[in-house]
């Protein structure tokens, strides 16, 4: 059971256009939702993360807004840029479910083009 | 700082093979985990540990075995091989709660 779904899959954007990318989760214990962005032949590396104390955090291109009560949060980057273009992951976890217990969405490919 | 090193970065076995990948790190991090990468499915949690000598079950633990003798090193063994553990294998660490992960660069295991 996929309790933290992420679309699209991929997703192909112009250079300067703004890249969306959409996570849904199921369990409301959740209280720390983060982004990592993976390179080829990477591990991923944390971009952004909120707490749903907060509906929308913002840090330079990239922008996470969230909505507690439809349990769903997204990922913008504005300006995308042809170094932008990697895989990106949603994640959610417990605060009390100590560190690196992470539950992942499946990812979405994202490519932007010159 | 070297942050999460992995070896190999790649590895072929046939079925039935075991084998241990390694992992250690070097930022006095207590919490370290497995995750495995397959794709459509994300990242998916192997096990994890909050300190040396006490590890967990995460949401994928069958066909592996863990053991953290020191705050550094967590080794993840596969006693059998079977093909469906074919998949890329990350390693993370973290000093705790709601801190980043750190992920090392991957395992790319293929069993045949």
């Known amino acids: 059971q996929q309790q933290v779904k992420q679309s699209p899959q991929s997703l192909i954007v112009q250079k300067g256009g703004i890249s969306i990318i959409n996570c849904a989760y199921e369990?409301?214990?959740?209280?720390?939702f983060p982004w990592y962005q993976q390179f080829p032949g990477k591990g991923p590396a944390l971009l952004i993360a909120i707490r749903p104390d907060v509906s929308e955090k913002k840090e330079g291109r990239f922008t996470i807004s969230f909505n507690k009560s439809a349990k769903q949060f997204s990922l913008h980057i504005m300006d995308s840029q042809p170094g932008d273009s990697a895989t990106y992951f949603c994640a959610a976890s417990k605060i009390y479910n100590q560190g690196g217990k992470l539950i992942f969405g499946q990812g979405t490919e994202l490519s932007v083009k010159p | 700082n070297a942050g999460v090193t992995q070896t190999p970065k790649f590895q072929v076995l046939k079925t039935g093979q075991s084998m241990t990948l390694q992992c250690a790190q070097d930022m006095n991090h207590e919490y370290m985990s497995w995750y495995r990468q397959d794709p459509g499915m994300g990242l998916r949690l192997i096990h994890y540990s909050v300190g040396a000598g006490i590890t967990d079950q995460g949401e994928v633990p069958n066909g592996y075995n863990v053991s953290r003798s020191t705050t550094e090193d967590f080794p993840l063994r596969l006693l059998s091989a079977a093909p469906s553990q074919t998949s890329v294998y990350f390693c993370?660490?973290?000093?705790?709660?709601?801190?980043?992960?750190?992920f090392g660069n991957g395992t790319r295991l293929t069993v045949t």
């Open positions: 369990n409301t214990a959740f209280d720390y």
């Open positions: 993370a660490s973290t000093r705790g709660l709601n801190s980043p992960l750190h």
